[in-house]
């Protein structure tokens, strides 16, 4: 087994209900930055309860929505505008991997003068960032509690990774039964995802057999079997809470 440094700061809010744990861990932050995607947390709710959340803990809070799928530089720099221009103190990501990236990339290029997009093209070191905060909606990546972010150039079409310690989301909140009302096509988009980041690590060196290896059968071996139950029933608890939990 190769040796390792390991570090993981994100505190995890798991199981139904879970956004009452929203107010306390904002109640030290003034000025919010929403950040979502396309606009599908408006129809299921969740958008309704984290802003009801938000106003009755007396929260300034500065929308931004229009998060695409592989999340584009453009979208970063606009987040980081409004991030510079009202003094925003913490970022609240609500949604899937995408989002969650992008609010990572606007964290790091809020509390700096360079250019943002040499975290991750340059491997410059970032110092600093706003916290941020994460909602999950969709299983997949595992962003909500890692410190990586992938960023499109829609110019050139690279799509660099970028990290650092101050990344890390302070909080992830997973409520299993947000991922109900996701169409099957999304729900099958994120099982693969989470099987392709699983191979990546299963595939790679060293070859011989360890820990490692052991668990990521055990977690394939799990999402095949809760991704079956889901698409055939997808408000089966267990079964979001399994692939969640992936």
């Known amino acids: ?34 950040a979502y995607g396309g606009g599908s947390i408006k129809k299921n709710g969740i958008y309704d309860a984290v802003i009801k959340i938000l106003n009755e803990e007396n929260k300034s809070v500065f929308e931004l929505s229009g998060i695409t799928p592989n999340p ?11 991030c510079k221009n009202n003094n925003i103190d913490f970022i609240l990501a609500v949604g899937g991997g995408s989002t969650i990236d992008c609010s990572k990339a606007i964290a790091m290029g809020a509390k ?61 909140i997973l409520d299993p039964t947000y991922t109900y009302s996701l169409p099957k096509e999304q729900t099958v988009y994120g099982v693969v995802d989470i099987l392709t980041h699983i191979f990546e690590q299963y595939f790679s060196t060293p070859d ?14 799990t999402v095949i079997e809760n991704s079956e139950i889901a698409l055939n029933d997808p408000t089966d608890y267990s079964a979001r809470a399994n692939l969640m939990w992936r």
């Open 112 to 172: 700096t003068e360079e250019d943002v997009w040499g975290f991750y093209t340059e491997g410059k070191e970032c110092k600093n960032a706003l916290p941020l905060g994460t909602v999950l909606t969709l299983s997949a990546t595992g962003t909500e509690m890692n410190a990586y972010s992938v960023i499109t150039d829609p110019k050139t079409h690279e799509r660099p990774t970028g990290s650092s310690v101050y990344s890390y989301p302070k909080f992830s």
């Open 208 to 221: 011989e057999s360890n820990i490692s290896d052991s668990l990521s059968e055990a977690i394939i071996k």
């Open 1 to 34: 087994m190769d040796s390792f440094n390991f570090y993981n700061p994100t505190q995890i809010f798991f199981g139904e209900d879970a956004i009452q744990n929203l107010a306390e861990n904002i109640r030290e932050y003034n000025k919010i930055l929403l």
């Open 72 to 82: 584009k530089l453009d979208k970063v720099y606009e987040g980081i505008e409004i």
